[in-house]
């Protein structure tokens, strides 16, 4: 599939840029950049359990992330799921996030979308999506 079949289908290209990059860390498909190349921004500026950030990091995701390929509350998209799921450091989804994805699950790059804050406050909500049951 090519961005311009995407693009025929109706999918809203934020939506499933995003959902590619993340979908990828779920196949051990590694980042698009070169390993060992640090990311700006790779440690939390801030508690990822900060309620105040795990809200403004729902508020995105559900804008660009969860109407085609992640489903509401990181659940029921074509992506993998989020709730419930433990087996994401939260280093890996900043650096999946930012750097991107390529091969069978591609996805660009958003460092240059977002901000790493806006980054983290994807990152604070998908771990607390993690320690919600499924």
Same mark, same amino acid.
């Given at each position: %599939?090519?961005?311009?079949? $995407?693009? /025929?289908?109706? %999918?809203? $290209?934020?939506?499933? $840029?995003?959902? $590619? ?66 087996d994401l450091p939260?280093? %890996? ?7 991107? /994805?390529?091969?069978?699950?591609? %996805? ?21 999506l993690g320690r919600?049951?499924?």
């Open positions: %599939m090519n961005f311009s079949d $995407l693009g /025929r289908r109706g %999918m809203p $290209l934020a939506a499933g $840029l995003f959902a $590619l990059v993340l979908a990828g860390s779920a196949f051990g498909v590694g980042p698009a950049a070169t390993a060992g190349q640090a990311t700006p921004g790779a440690q939390p500026p801030f508690d990822l359990a900060d309620p105040a950030r795990i809200e403004t990091g729902r508020k995105r995701f559900n804008k660009t992330c969860a109407g085609y390929c992640h489903g509401a509350e990181g659940v029921g998209g074509r992506a993998p799921d989020f709730k419930g799921r433990t939260p280093e %890996m989804a900043f650096e999946t996030i930012s750097k991107g /994805r390529v091969g069978a699950d591609v %996805m660009p790059p958003w460092g240059e979308a977002f901000s790493p804050e806006q980054i983290w406050e994807l990152v604070a909500y998908l771990q607390y919600q049951g499924e």
